[in-house]
């Protein structure tokens, strides 16, 4: 008896230390989830190395209030996916964010898949639209290798366009004019991923 009572005393020590791994683990920055049934502890967004890493988990995107941009600027980020999924989930960068934890959220993304797609929307509330049709392969998106792929996500803010560019080659420009491009810049995941984020940044 002496041995089970000692496991479960173990057991029991164990479990806050597994709940606190979970959910959002650096300080400054929060997350929304795309489902309001879904609970933010499913997912892991902490920091590792030079930058953090996020396991999903529902679809959801990150942000801390203190990465904005206005005006002209330049977003980006580096993103190592280090399992496949079970099939081509997205993920990549969000700008132009407002009311981000309200009804009326906004923000433009720029996503990317494991077969070497990129896509570009705009999220108004609960409603979403294309800006690009639909999904779109291009050379300069590494796709999964090996289970893994690596890809540097640029948005370029100009005067009259946006660029989208990854690893250095612009993948589509749109018109700046229409496009709510001022506000927080972060990052977005859809479900079952594995990613390694580094060199995030925002600047003008």
Not at 2 to 18: D, E
Not at 112 to 117: C, K, N
Not at 199 to 204: L, N, S
Request: negative net charge; proline residues 2%; without cysteine.
């Amino acid at each position: 008896m002496r041995i089970s009572f000692v496991a479960v005393a173990l057991l029991l020590l164990t479990l806050p230390v597994l709940g606190q791994d979970s959910g959002v683990m650096m300080d400054g920055w929060q997350a929304r989830l795309d489902s309001g049934r879904a609970d933010v502890n499913d997912l892991h967004f902490r920091a590792m190395g030079s930058g953090f890493h996020v396991t999903t988990g529902p679809h959801a995107i990150f942000w801390n209030p203190s990465n904005m941009g206005s005006g002209t600027y330049t977003l980006s980020a580096s993103f190592t996916q280090t399992k496949a999924s079970s099939h081509p989930n997205s993920f990549g960068l969000f700008f132009g964010g407002q009311d981000l934890d309200g009804d009326g959220q906004r923000y433009i993304y720029f996503l990317i898949r494991e077969d070497g797609q990129f896509l570009i929307k705009k999220r108004m509330g609960a409603d979403t639209e294309d800006l690009t049709s639909g999904w779109a392969a291009h050379s300069a998106v590494n796709a999964l290798e090996d289970g893994r792929m690596s890809n540097t996500l640029s948005v370029e803010v100009g005067a009259s366009n946006v660029r989208f560019l990854s690893n250095g080659t612009e993948v589509v420009s749109l018109p700046k004019a229409g496009l709510d491009v001022d506000g927080v810049a972060g990052v977005r995941f859809s479900h079952q991923l594995d990613v390694h984020v580094s060199d995030f940044m925002v600047g003008g």
